[in-house]
T-cell receptor, first 118, second 109 residues
Framework: GAVVSQHPSWVICKSGTSVKIECRSL??????MFWYRQFPKQSLMLMAT?????????EQGVEKDKFLINHASLTLSTLTVTSAHPEDSSFYIC??????????????FGEGSRLTVL | SQQGEEDPQALSIQEGENATMNCSYK?????LQWYRQNSGRGLVHLIL?????REKHSGRLRVTLDTSKKSSSLLITASRAADTASYFC?????????FGGGTRLMVKP
């Protein structure tokens, strides 16, 4: 089956530093990837839609200068949390669409990346 | 990774009919969540049911949870064409969220 890999799976960093999280589709090309965050005991919230070769589309309330998304190739999207602060500590998860987007395309999830900012 | 299992993988019904999707999982959980994915969009959270709850309602949605069987079901009553989407369950075991493979629902007008 299709696999989506996230790296790192967990990261601890100091306040003020930037952290990059990678999302790779290992055996298929994904023109569309999604980034989510989940706070403890809460549901997943969509942050942005990442489209290969174009700018990401951010959801309302998500700072695009804070959460930089780069989808430079059909198999890789990166999320960079810039100048991270403790309130950015969260579980970040990506998903990738194989094939056509939407209902016709299959959605696969990465295993998530847990960020802790000290 | 797709560690949960959902069935059916695809479901096609007529408008007005009810749609039932099932989700099974393997480990103990804190809560189970259902999400919907519309065409070309990211996931949208539908409902969360905690491990100590057995049933929950939200509008036309009804979710049940049987922790002894490690299974959950999502029922959409009086379906509409606009309900056409993929539906995913996700289990929260405390350290990570694990998704099922999803059910593709097609509601024909």
């Amino acid at each position: 089956g299709a696999v989506v890999s996230q790296h790192p799976s967990w990261v601890i960093c100091k306040s003020g530093t930037s952290v990059k999280i990678e999302c790779r589709s290992l055996d298929f090309q994904a023109t569309t990837m999604f980034w989510y965050r989940q706070f403890p005991k809460q549901s997943l919230m969509l942050m942005a839609t990442s489209n290969e070769g174009s700018k990401a589309t951010y959801e309302q309330g998500v700072e695009k200068d804070k959460f930089l998304i780069n989808h430079a190739s059909l198999t890789l999207s990166t999320l960079t949390v810039t100048s991270a602060h403790p309130e950015d500590s969260s579980f970040y998860i990506c998903s990738a669409v194989r094939g056509a987007s939407g209902v016709d395309g299959e959605l696969f999830f990465g295993e998530g990346s847990r960020l802790t900012v000290l | 990774s797709q560690q949960g299992e959902e069935d059916p993988q695809a479901l096609s019904i007529q408008e007005g009919e009810n749609a039932t999707m099932n989700c099974s999982y393997k480990t103990s959980i804190n809560n189970l969540q259902w999400y919907r994915q519309n065409s070309g969009r990211g996931l949208v959270h539908l409902i969360l049911i905690r491990s100590n709850e057995r049933e929950k309602h939200s509008g036309r949605l009804r979710v049940t949870l049987d922790t002894s069987k490690k299974s959950s079901s999502l029922l959409i009553t009086a379906s509409r064409a606009a309900d056409t989407a993929s539906y995913f369950c996700a289990t929260d075991a405390g350290n990570m969220l694990t998704f099922g493979g999803g059910t593709r629902l097609m509601v024909k007008p």
